[in-house]
Each structure stands twice: as structure tokens, then as C-alpha cells.
């Protein structure tokens, strides 16, 4: 939840709020200190803060806590597999992009019920490096399942000595 960062003296008329979530509590914490910080600072202003919440809460529930089509934009990492330490098989890597694609399918069906038509969720889906190949979550195929549809080429990030490449991917709402 970095997103505070990006944010200079106040957020752009044109975006009403912002509505962020973690599963855990110590990182909406976090978080909350650190609009508060940058508030103190003068980077972030006043009314700008009270236009952004972060509560605890699963991506995957979403639905439950925004009406239909309420949500234009969306931006998430999620869940990247356990820390790994580059000796793992590619068959547990494997496994791995089969747990975290089940979690964005779960997620995508959420995501899909609170955004209206040409919305856009940008996302990271990781990639799993070991000696053996690569395992790869892509769920490029199935997001027509949830009326989404690429809305670009996805962009990979990766630095030599991880182990987690991030495929951030930017989807649009059909």
C-alpha cells in the first residue's frame, strides 16, 4: 500500500477517493501512520487524507464492500507464494502459480461485480524463476470469463537476484 507515496499535495479532483485493503491488520496500520506522516509533512493535505481509508479486508470479498460498478480503478499486487530461497523444484513452484491463480480467480470475479464497463484493474501476476524453468501465473486466456480483456502488453519487472519476477498486467472492463 504504497500508493501514498505517489501522492503529492492532494489527490486529483477527478478521483473522489481512494479505498485501500489488506488482509493484515499491522499493514493497514502501517499504512494509516503513513498518510498521517506525510500529512505532518505537508506532502499529502488534509483533505486529501479524509478521502482515502484502508480497512482489513480480503480483494476477494470486494463485492461485499463496494455497490456494483462504484469502482473505476484498480490497483493490486496480491499475493506473491511464500518467500522462497531459489532452491525449490519447479513442480512446487508450479504449485504455487496454481494456489495464487486461484486466488485471482476468486478475486477477478469480485473485482468484476464493482467496476462499470472501461474500467481498469492493473494487477501483478508473478512469475516463479528456478534452474529447472519458469512458473508462470497467466490467466490472459480465462478474463473474457469475467468481462475483462487486456488492455495493454504486460510489462515485466524483475531484478537478478529475485526469485519473483512481476508480470504487472493492466486490464480493461468490456
Known amino acids: 500500500m504504497e500508493a501514498a507515496l505517489l501522492?503529492?499535495?492532494?489527490?486529483?479532483?477527478?478521483?473522489?477517493?481512494?479505498?485501500?485493503?489488506?488482509?493484515?491488520?499491522?499493514?493497514v496500520r502501517g499504512t494509516e501512520q503513513n498518510l498521517d506522516y506525510l500529512v505532518t509533512k505537508g506532502l499529502l493535505s488534509p483533505s486529501s487524507r479524509q478521502r482515502?481509508?484502508?480497512?482489513?479486508?480480503?480483494?476477494?470479498?470486494?463485492?461485499?464492500r463496494h455497490p456494483n460498478g462504484s469502482i473505476t480503478s484498480i490497483v493490486t499486487e496480491g499475493h506473491l507464494g511464500p518467500p522462497l530461497r531459489g532452491t525449490e523444484s519447479l513442480a512446487t513452484m508450479r504449485k504455487n502459480a496454481d494456489v495464487?491463480?486461484?486466488?485471482?480467480?476468486?478475486?477477478?470475479?469480485?473485482?468484476?461485480?464493482?467496476?462499470?464497463?472501461?474500467?481498469?484493474?492493473?494487477?501483478?501476476?508473478?512469475?516463479?524463476?528456478?534452474?529447472?524453468?519458469?512458473?508462470?501465473?497467466?490467466?490472459t486466456n480465462e478474463l473474457s470469463t469475467w468481462s475483462y480483456r487486456l488492455a495493454q502488453i504486460p510489462l515485466l519487472y524483475r531484478r537478478p537476484d529475485q526469485h519473483v519476477q512481476r508480470n504487472i498486467v493492466v486490464m480493461e472492463k468490456m
Open 52 to 64: 482515502i481509508s484502508v480497512t482489513v479486508g480480503d480483494a476477494r470479498t470486494a463485492h461485499t
Open 100 to 139: 495464487i491463480e486461484r486466488l485471482w480467480r476468486d478475486a477477478l470475479a469480485a473485482f468484476s461485480a464493482i467496476q462499470p464497463a472501461n474500467g481498469r484493474l492493473v494487477g501483478i501476476w508473478p512469475s516463479f524463476k528456478t534452474p529447472n524453468g519458469l512458473a508462470a501465473v497467466d490467466l
Open 7 to 27: 501522492m503529492q499535495n492532494h489527490l486529483p479532483n477527478d478521483i473522489l477517493s481512494i479505498h485501500g485493503s489488506d488482509l493484515d491488520p499491522r499493514q
